[in-house]
C-alpha cells in the first residue's frame, strides 16, 4: 500500500491531504522507531515528533500574492494561538484559498512569509505539515480505492491514527467505507476528506471550505467533530463563507475583501465595534433621524423606521424621547449584517463609504 504513495502523480496527494509535500515524493517508505510505515519525506523531522514548537499555530507576516498584475492576497498579518478556531470568511475569490496555499506551502508568497507552530512554511514544510491535517473544498481522491482503503492509506501517510474515533466519525458520517471512491457522490468524498483528517488528531486543521456539499444533518456531525477538536485543545483554520457555520464554531472570525483583511477579532468585540440595529415605530409621520450624528437610516416605511446607529446611542435616544415613539427594537448587528456591511448585499465589495463606516469603529 505504501507503495501507492511514492509512485502517485506529484501533488496529487496534496490535493487531498496536506502530509503530502508535492516534489518530495521519491523513494522507498521507510519504516520508523515509531513503529509505522513513514513517507519517505517524513524522515528528516521525524526527531520533532509530538514536541510543539510554537505556541502560535499560525502566524504570518505581511503575507501577500500576487498573479501577474493581479495582487489577490495584500500583506495579511495573522496569529491565530493554539487551541483557537479561527473563522476565515470571505465571498468566492476574496483570496481564501490563496491564503490556505500559502499556509501549505503549496504557493511560493510574492512577499512576506507564514509560519506553522513556529516553521517556515516554505523552508520547514515538511515539520509544519507532521502537525497538520488539510482539507480542501474538493478532495480529489483515487478512485478505484475503497473509502475503507483510503483511509487506511491516508492514516499511514499521516503517521497518526486514532482508530475508534475514525471509526465513530465513519458512523457519525453515515459513511459506506467499502464503497469504491468512484461511487461516492461529491458529499461523501468530502466525508471521507474530513473523517480522514479528524481520525488523525492533528494539532492544527486547516479546513478550506470544508462543508461544500454535506447536508444538513451531516453539518451538524462536522460541527460536533470540530467542537471535540477544541475540547481536546486542536487548532483549526476554518474558511468559509457559511455565516451560522462560523457563528456557530469560531472564537475568531476574520473577514476577507478582495485580499485584504478587513476585520478581525471575535463576534462580541466585532459586534461591539460595530453598529447596533434600531427600529422604532412612531404615531405619525417619523422625524429625520438621519441628521443624527453616527446614525444611517436603512428603510423608512410609513411609521416605522429602521436605523443603524455607530458610537454611542444617546443622541438618537434623545430625539426620540420626544417624538412619539410607540415601539423601539434594538440588537446587536448578526454576523450576516457585520459582513454585508462590508460587502452589501450582493457580495461585491461595499461601496467606499460603507466599507470606511466598517473600519472606523
Ligand atoms: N493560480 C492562479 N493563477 C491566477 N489567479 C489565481 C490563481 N489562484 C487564484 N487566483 C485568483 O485569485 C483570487 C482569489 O482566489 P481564491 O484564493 O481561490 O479565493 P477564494 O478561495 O476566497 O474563493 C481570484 O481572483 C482567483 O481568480
Ligand atoms: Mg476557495
Same mark, same amino acid.
Given at each position: 500500500m505504501p507503495g501507492w504513495v511514492a509512485s502517485r502523480p506529484k501533488g496529487h496527494l496534496a490535493n487531498c491531504h496536506a502530509r503530502c509535500t508535492p516534489g518530495e515524493s521519491?523513494? #522507498? #517508505?521507510? !519504516?520508523c522507531g515509531g513503529g509505522g510505515v513513514l513517507p519517505p519525506w517524513s524522515r528528516a523531522s521525524w526527531r520533532d515528533e509530538g514536541r510543539l514548537v510554537s505556541e502560535i499555530a499560525v502566524r504570518?507576516?505581511?503575507l501577500s500574492k500576487r498573479f501577474g498584475a493581479q495582487e489577490v492576497l495584500r500583506a495579511l498579518d495573522l496569529e491565530v494561538p493554539r487551541g483557537e478556531v479561527l473563522g476565515y470568511l470571505g465571498p468566492n475569490g476574496s483570496g481564501k484559498t490563496t491564503t490556505i496555499r500559502l499556509l501549505l506551502g503549496l504557493l511560493r508568497p510574492s512577499a512576506g512569509r507564514a509560519e506553522i507552530f513556529g516553521f517556515d512554511s516554505q523552508r520547514q514544510a515538511v515539520e509544519a505539515h507532521r502537525r497538520l491535517a488539510y482539507v480542501p473544498?474538493?478532495?480529489?481522491?483515487? #478512485?478505484? /480505492?475503497?473509502?475503507a482503503e483510503t483511509l487506511h492509506l491516508l492514516? !499511514?501517510?499521516?503517521?497518526?491514527?486514532d482508530r475508534a474515533y475514525r471509526d465513530l466519525l465513519v458512523e457519525r458520517f453515515q459513511l459506506d467505507p467499502s464503497k469504491k471512491v468512484r461511487a461516492y457522490s461529491k458529499g461523501n468524498r468530502q466525508k471521507l476528506a474530513l473523517i480522514a483528517a479528524f481520525m488523525a488528531r492533528p494539532?492544527?486543521?486547516?479546513?478550506d471550505e470544508p462543508t461544500n456539499g454535506l447536508d444538513p444533518l451531516m453539518e451538524q456531525a462536522f460541527r460536533a467533530c470540530v467542537a471535540e477538536a477544541r475540547s481536546e485543545g486542536q487548532t483549526v483554520f /476554518?474558511?468559509?463563507?457559511?455565516?451560522?457555520e462560523v457563528e456557530a464554531l469560531c472564537d475568531r472570525v476574520g473577514i476577507l475583501r478582495d485580499g485584504e483583511l478587513v476585520e478581525i477579532g471575535t463576534l462580541t468585540e466585532m459586534r461591539h465595534l460595530s453598529a447596533l440595529s434600531v427600529e422604532a415605530t412612531f404615531d405619525s409621520a417619523p422625524p429625520d433621524l438621519s441628521r443624527i450624528p453616527g446614525v444611517t437610516v436603512v428603510e423608512v416605511d410609513d411609521h !416605522?423606521? !429602521?436605523c443603524q446607529v455607530h458610537g454611542t446611542v444617546e443622541p438618537l435616544l434623545k430625539v426620540l424621547a420626544v417624538s412619539g415613539v410607540h415601539e423601539l427594537l434594538s440588537r446587536e448587528p448578526s454576523l450576516e449584517e457585520l459582513?454585508?456591511?462590508?460587502?452589501?448585499?450582493?457580495g461585491a465589495p461595499a461601496t467606499a463609504a460603507a466599507a470606511e463606516s466598517g473600519h472606523d469603529h
Open positions: 521519491e523513494g #522507498p #517508505p521507510v !519504516r504570518t507576516d505581511g473544498g474538493e478532495a480529489s481522491l483515487w #478512485p478505484s /480505492l475503497t473509502g492514516g !499511514r501517510v499521516q503517521g497518526s491514527l494539532d492544527l486543521l486547516v479546513l /476554518l474558511s468559509s463563507h457559511i455565516l451560522s !416605522r423606521v !429602521r459582513f454585508l456591511a462590508h460587502y452589501g448585499a450582493t
